[in-house]
């Protein structure tokens, strides 16, 4: 039986979001723009995982900002990233980022590079997240845009989003800051006001909702440039007729992780401490990279001394054992991660990425790490 552990990849739909897609698109199959009844229904369904998707980011009220659906967290990330860069063009083209983001905030200002804007990246080290210092230092009178993740994806780091912006907005009023809370949302605690930044990115398939949907949480009065132009749905920040079925099941994955959250930390941090703990004992000589470091539980990033990870990653699927060697959306990209590049990863340390979802089990957990030690073994 396969042994699935690459939730931070994506997720298998749960079965309730799986009924209320399939009920939206059999009975609310209404264009929500329409005034008729077909297009209310439609509407409801949207409203209904509005209200969840507030609820998950400390804004249940919609007192300090709004959701706009998109297509996915990397739409999301470019939104924040590209369209609040051009609607600060004039206040400046310099841009930071923290050199763990992920590619669709780099490439996203790799693109506006070429129309004149520039980006720095904020070094992490060996802890893997950025140091609140440093962020002021790299400030300059021309930062318009901050990226600062939450929830790194391959490592499971917590960045000091809440201090960093704190700082960096009291070193230069009218910084726009983006957060991808895509790995974040339902496996930690999320408060967007709190946090101070003023757009969050979400995806639906990181936790057992449809893929191809997601959404960017934007602050009231922060200046967004569209990307495109349309219909002039969702105030024309994101134009075109709302993906109903996938934000159906996007509010419906968000409703039950974030009832479940203290559940699922408990149940992950036990799993993690397990996988170490049996790693540890067999002598597989396995280290968490950036251990000392606040980090989200649902991901538990080894670092294997002398072990290649694509190796190991394809010997464990050999056994039923799906995992990571990294990122997923690098993982067919030759070359060395950036992430792990940024924390100062030795050359001859290999990584695997576990990561956990609501139906993972603590004997899932227990039969992984008792294949992988076994695998080290004859390697």
């Known amino acids: 039986m396969t042994i699935y552990l690459d939730n931070a990849a994506t997720t298998r739909v749960a079965p309730e979001v799986a009924a209320v897609v399939q009920a939206c698109m059999r009975d609310d199959f209404g264009n929500p723009s329409s005034a008729h009844a077909a297009g209310i229904a439609a509407g409801k369904r949207i409203a209904r995982a509005r209200a969840a998707l507030l609820a998950a980011v400390g804004d249940p009220d919609a007192e300090v900002g709004d959701v706009y659906w998109t297509s996915g967290g990397t739409e999301a990330d470019a939104i924040g990233v590209i369209g609040a860069a051009r609607a600060r063009a004039r206040r400046g083209k310099h841009m930071l980022c923290s050199a763990i983001e992920h590619p669709a905030v780099l490439e996203s200002m790799a693109l506006l590079e070429r129309d004149g804007w520039t980006f720095d990246t904020i070094p992490v080290g060996p802890r893997g997240a950025v140091d609140v210092q440093r962020v002021v230092d790299m400030v300059t009178d021309e930062t318009s845009v901050i990226a600062l993740m939450l ?69 009231k009065g922060a200046r967004i440039d569209p990307l ?7 105030r024309g920040v994101r134009s075109g007729t709302e993906n109903v079925p996938g934000i159906a099941g996007f509010g419906e994955a ?28 067999a002598g597989a000589g396995a280290e968490q990279n950036c251990a000392d470091s606040p980090r989200a539980p649902h991901i538990v990033s080894i670092g294997l001394r002398g072990a290649p990870g694509e190796p190991l990653l394809h010997a464990l699927e050999g056994r039923g ?28 340390v290999g990584t695997l990425r576990i990561s956990f979802g609501r139906d993972t089990t603590l004997d899932d957990v227990q039969r992984a790490a008792q294949t992988l030690i076994d695998v080290l073994a004859e390697l």
């Open 151 to 219: 929830v790194n994806n391959e490592i499971g780091t917590i960045n000091p989003v809440r201090e960093a912006v704190r700082a960096a907005k009291s070193q230069r009023a009218g910084i726009h800051v983006h957060c991808d809370a895509v790995q974040a949302l339902g496996k930690v605690p999320i408060d967007a006001d709190a946090l101070g930044v003023d757009s969050l990115a979400m995806s639906s398939h990181k936790l057992h909702g449809p893929k191809g949907v997601g959404a960017l949480w934007l602050r």
């Open 228 to 234: 495109w132009a349309g219909g002039g749905q969702q």
């Open 254 to 281: 968000t409703r039950l992780a974030h009832a479940a959250l203290g559940e699922h930390t408990a149940r992950w941090t036990a799993m993690g401490e397990t996988l170490l703990a049996m790693l540890r004992d």
């Open 321 to 348: 054992v799906l995992v990571s060697a990294g990122s997923a959306c690098a993982s067919k990209h030759r070359g060395p991660s950036h992430v792990l590049q940024a924390i100062h990863l030795p050359d001859d």
